[in-house]
C-alpha cells in the first residue's frame, strides 16, 4: 500500500505528512498497491475471512468517515462491517448536510476531518475528488469507487479467483463491456499486479485509456501477465478459466442508456458464451446486475458462477485494507 515502507514506488511521493514525518496509506486505485503489497493484503484477508473476529482490537478507538455520494450496497455495508470487526466506530457523512454544499473545498474538509478520524473512504463522481480529498487528508483514504476506479471491488475478485483456483498467477481472464469502466479499469490492473492474462471485449468506441493501458503493461513486465483487446466476446473467452460480465449502463451515464443498450446488445455474457470460455471457467460479476442484459439468471445463478463469492469477499478485503492502512500509517 502507499506507505513509507513501499520502497519500490517508482513516482516522487508529495503527499502531506502528519507532525511524525510519516505519509496516510491510501486506496483510490489497484496500482497504489505494488504486486507485494496486493498479495500481502489479500493473504490478510484470507486470515481474516478464516477469523472475522480476530482483529477486534486492533484498530480499537479509531474511527473511519464514510462518505457515499453514490447509491451503494456492498461497499457500504463492508466497509462498515469491517470497521466494525476491527473495533473502530464509523462516522456516516452526508455531503448535502455538510459545509461542501456550501462552497467549502474537498481539500479543506479533508484538513479538518484529519483531525477527527482515523481514515475516511469516499464513493463519488469525478476520481479527482477522491485525489483531492486524498491529497490533502493526513489520514488514510480508500476510495469505494470513483467513475474511473473501484480498487475494493477487485481485490474482492482476486480473493475469489484465488480461492477457487488456488492461485492467480497465470490465470486466463475476458472482460465483456466497457473498457473505460472503473470496474474493468481496476480489474486490469488487478490482473497486472497478479500476473495474470486478461482479454478485454469492447465495442468500438469503448476503448481502454492509454495511461491506463500503459502503466498496466509496465506492471506485466514485472509480474508476467498480459493484455490483449478484441471487438468480438467469442474471440475473448475462448480458452479463458475466467468470464467477467459489466454492466452495459453504469450510475454516471444514465444518459447514455438507449445508446449503451444498442451497442452493447452483443456483450451478454449467456451460457452460450460461458460454454465457449474453458470447461472450468467461472463467471464472474461485481453487482449488482441486471439480470438478462449484461448476463442471464442461468449464468449468474449457475454452477460456474462466482459473483455471490466476489460479492462476500468484499468484508474481508475491506478488513484486510483498513487494517493494514491504519497499522502503517498511525
Ligand atoms: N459492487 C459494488 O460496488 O456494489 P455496491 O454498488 O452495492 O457497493
Redesign the pocket.
Known sequence: MTTPQAAERPFEDDRPSDHSGRRPGRLLRVSDLTPQELSGVLALAAEMKADPLGWQHSCRGAALGCIFEK??????VSLTVAAYRLGMTTVPLDTREMQLGHGETWADTARVLSTYLDAITLRTFEHRTVQELADTATVPVVNA?SNDH?PC?SLADLLALTEHFGRTQGLRAAFVGDARSNTCTSFLEACAAAGMHLTIASPPGYEMAPDVLAGARRTMEHTGGSVTFTPEPHDAVRDTDAVYAEVWVPMDRPDEEEDRRRRFADYRVDTALLDRAGPDAVALH???ANRGEEITSEVLDGPHSLAWRQAANRLPTAQSVLHTLLNTSR
Open positions: 447509491p451503494s450496497t456492498r461497499t457500504r469507487l473501484h471491488q461485481c453487482l449488482p
